[in-house]
């Protein structure tokens, strides 16, 4: 059975667009005329893992987290009740309002309908189920407890979704004063000033200094301004080109760790992201190597992944896990002294769980305290350029006087 996208016309000409499931195009046809639906185009949905664009759109690129959680948490509520996979992946589908995935929901049932696993299925979607995700499922289908499993995947989505939000909102309101501050001071040195200045040029007396920087800035950003912007769009894109290359992003992220404000976050939110993802993945059964190797793709500073790589190898051969990453001197002690207390008492997962909590609130207690920070001294800044375009042109008006003699 295969899931079909189709656009068809109803009885006043009007265009309806939706998802079928079928053996074939001409069976989802046949459906839409009893529906009393005229069809126009039927496609199928191909499968989306042996493919790195899908032909009919891109469909999870679109998907947010938000929605994936949701269907995560109305799945696993879904299979409490008793439900089978396929059925509750068919109502789950009905519920979301999200067109594409709902597309992927029904095109992994109709996989599901084949007789494959609902790992198996979901592996057809990579880039929107993460191989956490898919490790975590097919840990849940070995194990029985697919509902638990999913019940603590939507916690772990929503956990993650929260505290990347709080990095992003922390960053707007910096972002915005920056942007707007730019704009006046610059709409203040292109077109004020210039239009200001005119009124001393005929004096013949020399102007004060800051005042002549201001005219020679003003100059340069009328006469120059669109080189500079295409120098900053060059520069840009020349800094992303080369954070492509590892050796510059591995030197990039080792002195971030040493940075000091930006080191304390920068481990606290990738030591969150491993120990819930460690932490989920044991707790659902996954042996400990293959999610030290999961959870060590999730994090994305270069120094920390290979920190967990080598702490892998250091387990494989019969070490302590909380050993090897107190070896590597960048988890913070609380984390492994945790990590150790789990190993002796046999409750890892737990203890994961637990420190990964205490990153999340370390990293909200330091955006917090950043954006405390940033707030007063952005404003000083922003006043104190609008302070120096003031005085450079006040001072002639000062002197003017000296200036006419």
Do not use: C
């Not at 005229?38 to 893992?49: C, M, R, S």
């Not at 990039?252 to 760790?257: D, N, P, S, V």
């Not at 793709?297 to 250091?314: C, T, Y």
């Amino acid at each position: 059975m295969g899931t079909f996208e189709y656009t068809a016309l109803d009885g006043r000409g009007r265009t309806q667009k939706g998802v079928e499931e079928g053996d074939s195009a001409r069976e989802v046809r046949d459906r839409l005329r009893e529906m009393g639906l005229i069809p126009v185009t039927t496609q199928e949905i191909e499968k989306g893992a042996s493919q790195t664009h899908p032909p009919l759109f891109s469909p999870t690129r679109s998907v947010g987290s938000a929605d994936l959680t949701l269907a995560t948490r109305q799945l696993a509520t879904l299979l409490k009740a008793s439900l089978p996979v396929e059925e509750a992946l068919n109502a789950v589908s009905q519920q979301t309002e999200h067109k594409k995935l709902r597309v992927i929901l029904l095109s992994v049932r109709a996989r599901v309908l084949e007789g494959r696993a609902l790992a198996q299925a979901l592996g057809e979607y990579p880039t929107l189920f993460t191989d956490l995700y898919r490790e975590t499922v097919a840990a849940g289908e070995s194990s029985g407890q697919l509902d638990r499993v999913l019940d603590r995947l939507a916690d772990y989505l929503e956990k993650s979704h929260k505290l990347k939000s709080g990095v992003g909102l922390a960053l707007i309101y910096p972002a915005v004063v920056v942007f707007f501050s730019l704009l006046v001071a610059g709409a203040l040195v292109t077109y004020v000033v210039p239009e200001i200045t005119k009124v001393f040029e005929d004096f013949g007396q020399e102007l004060p200094p800051l005042t002549r920087g201001l005219i020679a800035l003003s100059d340069f950003l009328r006469h120059q301004g669109g080189w500079l912007m295409v120098g900053v769009v060059v520069a840009v894109f020349t800094i992303r080109w080369m954070m492509r290359k590892e050796g510059v992003r591995r030197s990039w992220h080792r002195l971030l760790l040493r940075l000091p404000l930006a080191a304390s976050l920068v481990r606290g939110i990738n030591t969150a992201r491993f120990a819930r993802t460690l932490g989920i993945l044991t707790g659902s059964g996954v042996p400990i190597l293959e999610g030290l190797r999961i959870a060590g793709r999730g994090v994305a500073n270069l120094p920390m992944r290979e920190a967990v790589a080598k702490a892998a190898e250091r387990v494989r051969e019969g070490g302590g896990l909380h050993q090897a990453l107190a070896e590597s001197r960048i988890f913070s002690p609380m984390v492994v002294h945790l990590i150790a207390s789990g190993e002796a008492s046999g409750n890892l997962a737990n203890m994961l769980d637990r420190s990964a909590e205490a990153q999340e609130q370390e990293v909200e207690t330091l955006i917090g305290v950043l954006t405390g920070m940033l707030e007063p001294l952005l404003i000083f800044l922003m006043g104190g350029m609008v302070l120096t375009i003031v005085v450079a042109i006040l001072l002639p008006i000062f002197n003017l006087n000296q200036l006419i003699q």
